[in-house]
């Protein structure tokens, strides 16, 4: 239909001014046109939505990725506006061609769309008009068709006769293009969700063993990134006799992105396995490839596992934790990739809780030590982050003879990033270690610094004053903080006295100045 043949009929103007928007050069008139398409849709009317609008659309699908996009997204709630359920088979041409082009995230809009409108369907109209839908995109010439075709499979599989189910199952035949298969795995996870386990045995346990084993690293990493969703939806039985094996199998890949992907599944999958036998398969099957993966040549993987391994302490126990575990934390740290060491410490807690942080401490200081001298200030500023953490495990003892040099140095870092952190931090181990214990420890080599001939270490001494008075309370902050912030209102450098300035009116309200009256403002 022209638009210069609706121009004159007023019952037919929407339709002429869409079809004028969508031929304008302007992208974003033609984007704006696609929003309003709800609103178009109700000035038609459902019947001639169905006749004119949706035909329409669907021979003009030839626009900009972005029209494209909305136009998907806004077909998916379009039910009532063609006139409910009995007539929702009519938003499936234009969506199908949506599910064809080349542009991914149009695709997965449309197929988006497409399963919610296929919960719409009737069981009658779904094997009439959407299951053939499905098998055209399945047979399509082109990989992008059959790559939404996989994500629709398990919507139309349940409500479907068993003869149709059979020809289902036989679209799912391994494609040549890779593409398609790693995105039939995501689909296994959905169609063993709906099926009996003898079921999943026979027809979705074949696909995951050939996925296992795909030549392409793409598959298997795709297997190795949904293992602990096949897991879920599988079964325990099936895991125990297929998947733990195939776990195995990821965790020894020849591509590091494998490797690592299925590395950082370890504690995840060991979690979901039944309690009863769950430690031994850990230790017969789990632990000899974990073993392998903390010495693997790829600091990826090294790095994934190390995020991870720490949880598997409460699942082994004290004396498994240390006969078996206890050597990799202690290989992991002594690692030379400091993300490695990193995600060790970070994840301390999980050991802590099972054998107490003791066995690990003489190993942890020099970890501990190199990345808080780390090259990458980044680095540095991560271990800043897990510090009141280790203080609490380690204790006050270990802290001030081993701990508390590292965290005052980084006062004095050359990134203000780190200073920054590291006077956070200082706060926050006031808080876990108390009052006092800030006063006689921190506070002294603190204020010392207001004299430091570096400016920017003056300055710190004020940052630090004003993280720290609120947990040190009024009589702290006005006997031994107040003279050093006085004095240093006359320092040489405007923005230290500024920052005196605002530090006086940050500690103010909590000052009790009745009990240092030969105080006067200097400055």
């Known amino acids: 239909m022209a638009a210069s043949s609706a121009v004159g009929d007023e019952s037919l103007y929407p339709i002429a001014v869409l079809i004028d928007e969508l031929r304008n050069e302007d992208v974003q008139l033609r984007l704006n046109s696609i929003k309003k398409l709800s609103t178009i849709a109700l000035a038609?009317?459902?019947?001639?939505?169905?006749?004119?609008?949706?035909?329409?659309?669907?021979?003009?699908i030839y626009d900009e990725d972005e029209v494209l996009l909305a136009l998907a997204e806004q077909l998916g709630s379009f039910t009532a506006l063609v006139g409910g359920p009995a007539f929702v088979n009519c938003l499936l041409p234009p969506l199908e061609s949506l599910a064809t082009v080349e542009e991914t995230v149009v695709r997965e809009k449309a197929v988006e769309s497409l399963r919610a409108i296929s919960k719409e369907h009737s069981a009658?109209?779904?094997?009439?008009?959407?299951?053939?839908?499905?098998?055209?995109?399945?047979?399509?010439?082109?990989?992008?068709?059959?790559?939404?075709?996989?994500?629709?499979?398990?919507?139309?599989?349940?409500?479907?006769?068993?003869?149709?189910?059979?020809?289902?199952?036989?679209?799912?035949?391994?494609?040549?293009?890779?593409?398609?298969?790693?995105?039939?795995?995501?689909?296994?996870?959905?169609?063993a969700e709906l099926l009996k386990r003898e079921e999943v045995e026979k027809l979705v346990m074949p696909t995951l063993r050939q996925a296992v084993e795909d030549?392409?690293?793409?598959?298997?990493?795709?297997?190795?990134?949904?293992?602990?969703?096949?897991?879920?939806?599988?079964?325990?039985?099936?895991?125990?006799?297929?998947?733990?094996?195939?776990?195995?199998?990821?965790?020894?890949?020849?591509?590091?992105?494998?490797?690592?992907?299925?590395?950082?599944?370890?504690?995840?999958?060991?979690?979901n396995?039944?309690?009863?036998?769950?430690?031994?398969?850990?230790?017969?099957?789990?632990?000899?490839?974990?073993?392998?993966?903390v010495s693997d040549a790829n600091e990826h993987v090294k790095s994934a596992l190390a995020s991870v391994i720490m949880g598997l302490s409460p699942m082994l126990g004290k004396d498994h934790t240390v006969e078996h575990l206890l050597p990799l934390?202690?290989?992991?740290?002594?690692?030379?990739?400091?993300?490695?060491?990193?995600?060790?410490?970070?994840?301390?807690d999980c050991v802590n809780e099972v054998i107490g942080i003791r066995q690990l401490s003489q190993s942890l200081l020099p970890a501990i030590?190199?990345?808080?001298?780390?090259?990458?200030?980044?680095?540095?500023?991560?271990?800043?982050?897990?510090?009141?953490?280790?203080?609490?495990?380690?204790?006050?003892?270990?802290?001030?003879?081993?701990?508390n040099?590292?965290?005052?140095?980084?006062?004095?870092?050359?990134?203000?990033?780190?200073?920054?952190?590291?006077?956070?931090?200082?706060?926050?181990?006031?808080?876990?270690?108390?009052?006092?214990?800030?006063?006689?420890?921190?506070?002294?080599?603190?204020?010392?610094?207001?004299?430091?001939?570096?400016?920017?270490?003056?300055?710190?001494?004020?940052?630090?004053?004003?993280?720290?008075?609120?947990?040190?309370?009024?009589?702290?902050?006005?006997?031994?903080?107040?003279?050093?912030?006085?004095?240093?209102g006359s320092d040489p450098v405007a923005n230290v006295r500024f920052n005196v300035a605002k530090t006086l009116q940050r500690i103010g309200p909590i000052m009790d100045y009745n009990a240092v009256p030969e105080l006067r403002w200097s400055g």
């Open 273 to 293: 396995l039944p309690p009863d036998g769950r430690q031994q398969i850990i230790l017969t099957n789990i632990l000899p490839s974990v073993k392998d993966l």
């Open 44 to 60: 038609l009317g459902v019947e001639r939505t169905r006749t004119e609008l949706l035909p329409f659309l669907t021979d003009t």
């Open 405 to 488: 040099s590292i965290c005052m140095a980084w006062l004095i870092d050359h990134v203000f990033a780190v200073r920054e952190a590291a006077t956070n931090n200082l706060k926050k181990l006031a808080q876990r270690f108390g009052k006092v214990w800030a006063q006689n420890i921190i506070i002294p080599k603190v204020l010392s610094m207001s004299t430091n001939p570096n400016y920017l270490h003056r300055m710190t001494t004020l940052f630090c004053v004003n993280a720290l008075y609120d947990v040190c309370g009024k009589d702290i902050t006005t006997k031994i903080m107040l003279p050093t912030i006085l004095r240093m």
């Open 215 to 271: 030549k392409s690293w793409r598959v298997r990493y795709m297997v190795a990134d949904k293992f602990t969703e096949l897991q879920k939806a599988i079964g325990p039985e099936i895991t125990k006799k297929d998947l733990v094996p195939a776990f195995q199998n990821l965790m020894k890949d020849c591509e590091a992105e494998v490797r690592a992907s299925a590395a950082s599944k370890v504690k995840e999958l060991c979690e």
């Open 124 to 191: 009658p109209d779904l094997e009439r008009h959407f299951v053939p839908l499905v098998k055209r995109l399945a047979s399509g010439d082109w990989f992008t068709s059959r790559t939404s075709a996989c994500g629709l499979f398990s919507v139309c599989y349940q409500r479907v006769p068993n003869p149709v189910k059979a020809e289902l199952r036989l679209k799912r035949n391994p494609d040549p293009d890779d593409s398609v298969r790693l995105l039939a795995v995501e689909g296994c996870v959905s169609i």
């Open 329 to 348: 934390f202690l290989a992991q740290l002594k690692d030379e990739c400091p993300e490695v060491r990193l995600n060790i410490i970070s994840n301390l």
């Open 369 to 403: 030590v190199e990345l808080a001298e780390d090259a990458k200030w980044r680095v540095r500023l991560a271990i800043i982050e897990y510090m009141p953490l280790l203080a609490g495990q380690l204790g006050v003892e270990f802290f001030n003879e081993k701990l």
